[in-house]
Antibody
Framework: QVQLVESGGGVVQPGGSLRLSCAASGFTFSDYGMHWVRQAPGKGLRWVAFIRFDAYNEYYADSLKGRFTISRDNSKNTLYLQMNNLRGEDTAIYYC????????????????WGPGTTVTVSS | DIQMTQSPSSLSASVGDRVTITCRASQGISNSLAWFQQKPGKAPKSLIYAASTLQSGVPSKFSGSGSGTDFTLTISSLQPEDFATYYCQQYNTYPLTFGGGTKVEIK
């Protein structure tokens, strides 16, 4: 079955960096776009970024451009989120999610989500 | 950015009730609207996409409707497992945006 498992979360000081990974299985990873979504404690969902199936295009939430970078390695079936210059407001659970569009050039929305990994930015 | 406004933000209902949640987009998004269910401590689960298409495996008590700016999610007969928070999301335009959520609680 389709499975996504995030890793790489933890406690980091303000200004620090962290790279999250999302291991995918159960589907042809290289055929689907992928998303990162985050959820601050007690708050709602916020979309972070999307990368096309072929990594040709990336899209970001406006407030995160320049600090966060989404990437993927289709040979390893793995999605990444590089997070730099982290701030307290980046504290959240980070979910990776599969886009439902097969070979889609744009996002068609998420159909499968991982369980999430927790990032805490604190001194 | 397209703002997604859900109402109500919370509601209390009884088992067997029919529940309707609304979602309004700040500009037209055609039918590029999805609904998700989230239970405490769990990842969101896809319920509906393209405004009215049921995700595979989701029971038919869930239904969605709407197009343009106004959308609804209806649960025909609320069951104990349906008590959760529900989110709408538009994927018509980047950045993708979610509604603020509707928490469905037991009356």
């Amino acid at each position: 079955q389709v499975q996504l498992v995030e890793s790489g979360g933890g406690v980091v000081q303000p200004g620090g960096s962290l790279r999250l990974s999302c291991a995918a299985s159960g589907f042809t990873f290289s055929d689907y776009g992928m998303h990162w979504v985050r959820q601050a404690p007690g708050k709602g969902l916020r979309w972070v970024a999307f990368i096309r199936f072929d990594a040709y295009n990336e899209y970001y939430a406006d407030s995160l451009k320049g600090r966060f970078t989404i990437s993927r390695d289709n040979s390893k079936n793995t999605l990444y989120l590089q997070m730099n210059n982290l701030r307290g407001e980046d504290t959240a659970i980070y979910y990776c999610a599969k886009d439902r569009g097969h070979g889609g050039y744009v996002a068609y929305g998420m159909d499968v989500w991982g369980p999430g990994t927790t990032v805490t930015v604190s001194s | 950015d397209i703002q997604m406004t859900q109402s109500p933000s919370s509601l209390s209902a009884s088992v067997g009730d029919r529940v309707t949640i609304t979602c309004r987009a700040s500009q037209g998004i055609s039918n590029s609207l999805a609904w998700f269910q989230q239970k405490p401590g769990k990842a969101p689960k896809s319920l509906i996409y393209a405004a009215s298409t049921l995700q595979s495996g989701v029971p038919s008590k869930f239904s969605g409707s709407g197009s343009g700016t106004d959308f609804t999610l209806t649960i025909s007969s609320l069951q104990p497992e349906d008590f959760a928070t529900y989110y709408c999301q538009q994927y018509n335009t980047y950045p993708l945006t979610f509604g603020g959520g509707t928490k469905v609680e037991i009356k």
